[in-house]
Structures are given as structure tokens and as C-alpha cells.
């Protein structure tokens, strides 16, 4: 984490901070988009990607993220700055570092992120012939690889969140997020954009 000396001075030569709302795939941050919209939060998204069965509130994407490691010029994402745009966890490394980023990092079970996404290619009539210990590997790598970036990088600043937590707390989950943020978001509002009802992939409990 940034010192506050350091996040003064980069908040002083690179300007207002960039909200990013990151995590594995399927692991929530749609959600977590929606929450920050209905909040206040201004936000970046270019619409091409529509509301379907696996995300009936919508997926809040930028298509040109997905390019961001093979991109030479992301001066674009200056102008997202006192905005929230939603990046996953694998590109938070292709990420400038002349901005200042507040990441809100959305954690989710690994077994839900699974299930979620065998289902959502289902649905598509798509196949992975990734072996699911492989794909577990895979996730936790990445998991990792992010918050090292995250807790590493002076440009970033982080607040993690569990998915599971925000359905059941909802308001808890946004005034933390408020707090984090600055504490000027509608936090109501936020909270009663939560729908439990697609909590839809649940990690089995066991005693």
C-alpha cells in the first residue's frame, strides 16, 4: 500500500484517482458495478457487451480492456480518471503506472467461479477441455499474481471484498466500499441494487 506521502504526491502529479473494479472472471464484479453506478460513481463502459442469461443486470465492460497487454498507448484510460472501469485480475498488470488506481478486488470461493463459468459455456454451447484441478491452478495463480501487484505497486490502492459477504450485508458491503472510496456515495442505493436471488452457484458447506 502507498505511503501518504506517496499517495499525495501521485494524487498531486497524475490527478484523481481511477476506480477499478477487478477479480477473476464470474467472481462478482459486475455486481460490484452496478453498486458503484447506483452509488454516484460515474461510470465507464462502451455497452457492446448486453445483459444476458449469466448476467441479466449487465456486464459494465470496455471491449478495448481486453487489449490492454497488447496495447502500446493507454493514454485512453486518462480520461477515466474520477471514474470506475471494470479490468480483471490477469490485465490489473497491464495497467499504466502513471495513474493512481483505487481497486476494489471482488474475492469469490473458486468452486463458485467455477461452477459459474462451466454453466455460463453451457449455456453458449461452448467447451473448455481445461481439467478442473488444472483451471483451480490456474485461478489461484492469478489470484495471486494480482495482490502481489496490488500490495507491490505504488500506484494502487486496495480493498478487498468477498462476494458471498456483499449479498448477505449488503449495506455493510457498500459503506465499506463508500469509505474506501471517500465516503460520498449513496450508500442506500447502492445496498438495494444487491439481488441475493443471483447468488446462484454456492460453494457447499461442510460441518
Same mark, same amino acid.
Given at each position: 500500500?502507498?505511503?501518504?506521502?506517496?499517495?499525495?504526491?501521485?494524487?498531486?502529479?497524475?490527478?484523481?484517482?481511477?476506480?477499478?473494479?477487478?477479480?477473476?472472471?464470474?467472481?462478482?464484479?459486475?455486481?460490484?458495478?452496478?453498486?458503484?453506478?447506483?452509488?454516484?460513481?460515474?461510470?465507464?463502459?462502451?455497452?457492446?457487451? %448486453?445483459?444476458?442469461?449469466?448476467?441479466? +443486470?449487465?456486464?459494465?465492460?470496455?471491449?478495448?480492456? +481486453?487489449?490492454?497487454?497488447?496495447?502500446?498507448?493507454?493514454?485512453?484510460?486518462? #480520461?477515466?480518471?474520477?471514474?470506475?472501469?471494470?479490468?480483471?485480475?490477469?490485465?490489473?498488470?497491464?495497467?499504466?503506472?502513471?495513474?493512481?488506481?483505487?481497486?476494489?478486488?471482488?474475492?469469490?470461493?473458486?468452486?463458485?467461479?467455477?461452477?459459474?463459468? +462451466?454453466?455460463?459455456?453451457?449455456?453458449?454451447?461452448? %467447451?473448455?477441455?481445461?481439467?478442473? #484441478?488444472?483451471?483451480?491452478?490456474?485461478?489461484?495463480?492469478?489470484?495471486?499474481?494480482?495482490?502481489?501487484?496490488?500490495?507491490?505497486?505504488?500506484?494502487?490502492?486496495?480493498?478487498?471484498?468477498?462476494?458471498?459477504?456483499?449479498?448477505?450485508?449488503?449495506?455493510?458491503?457498500?459503506?465499506?466500499?463508500?469509505?474506501?472510496?471517500?465516503?460520498?456515495?449513496? %450508500?442506500?442505493?447502492?445496498?438495494?441494487?444487491?439481488?441475493?436471488?443471483?447468488?446462484?452457484?454456492?460453494? +457447499?458447506?461442510?460441518?
Amino acid at each position: 500500500m502507498p505511503s501518504p506521502l506517496q499517495r499525495l504526491y501521485r494524487r498531486l502529479r497524475y490527478g484523481e484517482p481511477l476506480v477499478v473494479v477487478s477479480g477473476l472472471p464470474r467472481s462478482g464484479t459486475s455486481m460490484l458495478m452496478k453498486m458503484l453506478e447506483a452509488g454516484g460513481v460515474p461510470i465507464v463502459t462502451d455497452g457492446l457487451r %448486453t445483459a444476458d442469461e449469466d448476467n441479466p +443486470k449487465g456486464y459494465y465492460e470496455v471491449e478495448r480492456v +481486453k487489449n490492454l497487454a497488447q496495447e502500446t498507448d493507454r493514454a485512453w484510460l486518462a #480520461e477515466a480518471r474520477g471514474k470506475a472501469i471494470k479490468v480483471i485480475s490477469f490485465l490489473l498488470k497491464s495497467l499504466p503506472p502513471d495513474l493512481n488506481y483505487r481497486v476494489v478486488f471482488v474475492r469469490r470461493d473458486i468452486e463458485e467461479v467455477l461452477a459459474s463459468q +462451466k454453466k455460463m459455456l453451457a449455456r453458449r454451447g461452448e %467447451t473448455d477441455d481445461t481439467p478442473p #484441478e488444472r483451471m483451480r491452478e490456474h485461478f489461484a495463480d492469478d489470484l495471486w499474481r494480482a495482490r502481489y501487484q496490488l500490495t507491490h505497486r505504488p500506484w494502487f490502492e486496495m480493498l478487498e471484498i468477498h462476494y458471498g459477504e456483499v449479498l448477505a450485508r449488503p449495506l455493510e458491503g457498500a459503506r465499506q466500499i463508500a469509505g474506501f472510496l471517500g465516503g460520498s456515495l449513496d %450508500t442506500e442505493a447502492m445496498a438495494a441494487v444487491v439481488d441475493p436471488d443471483l447468488y446462484r452457484n454456492r460453494a +457447499k458447506k461442510t460441518d
